[in-house]
């Protein structure tokens, strides 16, 4: 199921309640690439705080609430319960957006993230948004997590969102 709003505002949310909650302002303004630019370096934002910047790709989730989602009915996820979100990830053969992403890791270790919000519909979205808490209710993904076929949703769910969260790649 769709979760009812658009990648685009779950950015803005997620940027600007993570800068306004930080302790450390960023030096500037954060920096959206255009689609073209976004092609060249694979993140949809970098923010750059002091030291280090932060580079973020988000993901929009699907929210899984039938026991005939494929993770459950074919058993490849012992332990998955329903409702869970999903993020499915660009193929390679479609995107190199992994790829590209990849390389700002090398040079910025442990500062790019996937990032998905765990807000299931556009009422809890608003809800967030004006209690300015989509950045804490959403998660955080590593390179490193986001790089096998299927990560087990235990393993990346954030315990106190109360939620399970799989994140699949295709090859």
Avoid at 21 to 48: M, T, Y
Avoid at 86 to 99: K, T, W
């Amino acid at each position: 199921m769709k979760v009812g709003y658009m990648e685009f505002s779950f950015g803005y949310a997620f940027t600007e309640n993570l800068i306004r909650s930080s302790s450390a302002a960023p030096v500037g303004a954060p920096v959206f690439p255009n689609l073209i630019q976004e092609g060249h370096s694979g993140f949809d934002i970098r923010i750059n705080f002091p030291g280090v910047p932060l580079f973020f790709q988000y993901k929009l989730p699907e929210l899984m609430k039938r026991g005939t989602a494929f993770e459950v009915a074919s058993g490849h996820c012992p332990g998955l319960s329903i409702p869970f979100f999903r993020i499915a990830m660009m193929r390679r053969d479609v995107s190199r957006q992994h790829e590209l992403l990849l390389r700002f890791e090398a040079r910025y270790p442990s500062n790019v993230f996937y990032a998905a919000p765990c807000i299931a519909n556009i009422s809890d979205f608003d809800r967030s948004y004006n209690g300015a808490t989509v950045a804490r209710q959403s998660i955080f993904v590593s390179l490193e997590r986001a790089v096998t076929d299927i990560l087990v949703a235990r393993e990346i769910a954030r315990v106190d969102l109360g939620v399970d969260l799989l994140v699949a790649q295709p090859r």
